[in-house]
């Protein structure tokens, strides 16, 4: 059982509120109904603050799943089953905790009266603003299989997209912290036996060392930081990481750091395409499904993944409000270069705005295939020439004070 708050009129038109205890919105609207009232809206009353609360901010739905939810959900409206029916089916089949809880209510607010636009209003979490206003269009039309065949097709390109680069980032993520960590033991753990070495040989032969050579000076003070002070440097990292987060969520830090990764040598051209097929595709997908192409134009640019992008978007914005072309403001902003304004210039001029985006997408998702290939292949040697200057330098900073020792000695 669930607590719920309600609106509600009578046949008079005398407006009503309140709280009921029942295990779903349906039958809370059926209990208003025995009493006489016209249920006006039923929402589930915010629970007290819970332990799981904290960790469920940090869950998201995976775009396959969503993808896969959209194209059966399609399938089910389509061979003419109910829509009730429909997603009591599909919560059955999701293995998705929080997919499963996000149908469970959008099929209770249906069943209480709401349309499926304003049922998934109730869970921005999992049903974001594109998906919704694609939705919308589809619903208003009475076509919502297309419109949620279109956001599957959407969800399965972006989900390749960051599949994509994702498993081509993930060996050199993996070498990096496994390089560090390696440093990390070799420093700690290894350097203090060869320092100890040192002090028993300078105690056997009194006055035969000398002054430690720069490169052993800078070993030994790195494993006394490590060992002694470590600490200090894991609380360091953490309040730098932390600071560093909480500038990028801010909207100065956001776009700041934006405009950064793309001046970044090779990664920022990456990060450019990545976002323009981001952009290009979440715009044709928009067009096609008959959201308006102002609310398209801000969809678009809020979910391309880029302040700068986003920035550019306004501009455009502005530009067909008062009248104005897609394209002609675009010019002015980089960030899109000569190819992509000019194929969406050809597109608002013939009237296929929607394929030539969608030839746009299609172009910057093979180039970020071939562009993270390229930089993986060169990402490797240098890791390995990196890594072993580092054990170098450290095996080198070792044994030079004993072969000073040795030779002083004879």
């Given amino acids: 059982m669930a607590g719920f708050s309600f609106r509600a009129v009578d046949v008079a038109g005398v407006p009503s509120r309140g709280e009921i205890e029942a295990a779903s919105k349906a039958q809370v609207s059926e209990q208003l109904r025995q009493r006489g009232l016209i249920v006006l809206d039923v929402s589930e009353r915010r629970e007290a603050f819970r332990l799981e609360s904290i960790f469920q901010r940090f869950k998201s739905v995976k775009l396959r799943n969503l993808s896969v939810f959209s194209r059966q959900f399609a399938t089910l409206i389509a061979a003419g089953m109910p829509m009730l029916r429909s997603l009591n089916t599909l919560e059955e089949q999701t293995d998705d905790e929080m997919l499963k809880g996000a149908i469970a209510g959008v099929r209770d607010d249906i069943e209480a009266g709401s349309s499926v636009t304003a049922a998934m209003e109730r869970h921005p979490g999992v049903f974001d603003s594109l998906y919704r206003s694609m939705v919308n269009a589809g619903e208003g039309a009475g076509r919502l299989e297309e419109a949620l065949d279109r956001i599957a097709h959407q969800l399965e390109k972006l989900d390749a997209l960051r599949r994509q680069v994702k498993s081509a980032m993930t060996y050199p993520a993996v070498v990096i912290v496994l390089a560090i960590l390696v440093m990390t033991l070799v420093v700690g753990l290894i350097v203090p036996v060869f320092i100890g070495i040192f002090e028993e040989l300078e105690a056997d032969y009194p006055g035969s060392g000398a002054e430690l050579p720069w490169m052993t000076q800078i070993t030994v003070a790195a494993s006394n930081v490590v060992t002694g002070s470590w600490y200090i440097l894991l609380g360091g990292l953490a309040a730098g990481s932390y600071g560093f987060l909480r500038w990028k969520k801010t909207e100065r830090g956001r776009h700041r750091?934006?405009?950064?990764?793309?001046?970044?040598?090779?990664?920022?051209d990456i990060v450019q395409k990545v976002a323009l097929a981001r952009w290009s595709r979440t715009f044709a997908g928009t067009v096609s499904s008959g959201v308006p192409i102002?609310?398209?134009i801000s969809i678009s640019g809020e979910t391309a993944g880029?302040?700068?992008?986003?920035?550019?978007?306004?501009?455009?914005?502005?530009?067909?409000?008062r009248g104005?072309?897609?394209s002609a403001p675009m010019k002015a902003h980089s960030v899109f270069p000569p190819m992509v304004t000019h194929m969406t210039s050809v597109g608002e001029d013939s009237g296929q705005l929607e394929t030539m985006l969608e030839k746009i997408a299609d172009f910057y998702e093979a180039e970020v295939d071939a562009k993270v290939k390229a930089l993986t292949a060169i990402l490797e040697p240098l890791m390995i020439c990196f890594v072993g200057g580092i054990v170098g330098f450290i095996v080198i900073s070792m044994y030079m004070p004993m072969f000073e020792l040795y030779?002083?000695?004879r």
């Fill in 257 to 268: 750091w934006d405009r950064i990764k793309l001046r970044i040598p090779r990664i920022g």
């Fill in 407 to 409: 030779d002083k000695i």
């Fill in 294 to 296: 102002l609310q398209a």
């Fill in 306 to 321: 880029n302040a700068v992008i986003e920035e550019a978007m306004e501009d455009v914005y502005t530009s067909v409000k």
């Fill in 324 to 326: 104005g072309s897609i």
